[in-house]
């Protein structure tokens, strides 16, 4: 079983989404393919309480904690699984070496575009109203030190409808998220096989 830890600062929506997918006995994506052993959240969220829902292994693992931010990612990416998700993430890390390529996040437009420091959230739908894009989406990528800078693994293209706000926008968006994210989780698992990349 290919094993995911997954990473949280808020409600836990997506966390929510991705344990519906690894263990809903009718529609689960990732069922019988994937498994989540480990929450980690850098703060007490409400994300937590989702966690034990599903009944998932939860740490809270502060930065306040640590010396410095290198000492608290290293913390945060010792886990003995295949691969990190973030899943409404809000802090910068510094991705260890070995786990370079073994950390996604998913992006609430398409990068490049409305990518960044200070672009999540509702501000990255704002910027896109502003602009008057007839096309916005969401990206899968891998992590890297520079916000939004990793390489795409997936993208999925929503229409920007001419009485969208951004709220409206938002929740389109988070549907086409919610697809796109296990889908690429699958397929990331299919290609990079079930070796641990801490074994590297």
């Given at each position: 079983?290919?094993?995911?830890?997954?990473?949280?600062?808020?409600?836990?929506?997506?966390?929510?989404?991705?344990?519906?997918?690894?263990?809903?006995?009718?529609?689960?994506?990732?069922?019988?393919?994937?498994?989540?052993?480990?929450?980690?959240?850098?703060?007490e969220c409400k994300g937590l309480e989702v966690a034990e829902k599903w009944g998932?292994?939860?740490?809270?693992?502060?930065?306040?904690?640590?010396?410095?931010?290198?000492?608290?990612?290293?913390?945060?990416?010792?886990?003995?699984?295949?691969?990190?998700?973030?899943?409404?993430?809000?802090?910068?890390?510094?991705?260890?070496?070995?786990?370079?390529?073994?950390?996604?996040?998913?992006?609430?437009?398409?990068l490049p575009a409305y990518g960044g420091k200070g672009m999540y959230g509702i501000?990255?739908?704002?910027?896109?109203?502003?602009?008057?894009?007839?096309?916005?989406?969401?990206?899968?990528?891998?992590?890297?030190?520079?916000?939004?800078?990793?390489?795409?693994?997936?993208?999925?293209?929503?229409?920007?409808?001419?009485?969208?706000?951004?709220?409206?926008?938002?929740?389109?968006?988070?549907?086409m998220e919610q697809k796109l994210y296990p889908r690429t989780i699958l397929n990331?698992?299919?290609?990079?096989?079930?070796?641990?990349?801490?074994?590297?």
């Amino acid at each position: 079983m290919y094993q995911i830890a997954v990473l949280i600062s808020g409600a836990g929506s997506t966390l929510d989404n991705l344990a519906h997918h690894c263990y809903d006995e009718y529609d689960g994506m990732l069922k019988g393919f994937v498994e989540i052993t480990r929450v980690v959240a850098d703060r007490e969220c409400k994300g937590l309480e989702v966690a034990e829902k599903w009944g998932l292994p939860k740490v809270v693992i502060k930065a306040t904690d640590y010396p410095d931010k290198v000492a608290w990612s290293e913390a945060l990416f010792d886990a003995e699984v295949n691969l990190h998700v973030l899943g409404g993430f809000l802090s910068q890390v510094v991705v260890p070496l070995r786990w370079e390529g073994k950390i996604v996040n998913i992006h609430p437009s398409l990068l490049p575009a409305y990518g960044g420091k200070g672009m999540y959230g509702i501000k990255v739908h704002e910027a896109v109203i502003a602009a008057k894009e007839k096309v916005t989406g969401c990206t899968v990528h891998t992590v890297t030190d520079v916000y939004d800078d990793g390489m795409i693994l997936g993208q999925i293209k929503q229409a920007v409808l001419p009485w969208d706000d951004a709220e409206s926008l938002q929740q389109a968006v988070q549907k086409m998220e919610q697809k796109l994210y296990p889908r690429t989780i699958l397929n990331f698992s299919s290609i990079s096989g079930k070796k641990n990349p801490s074994h590297n």
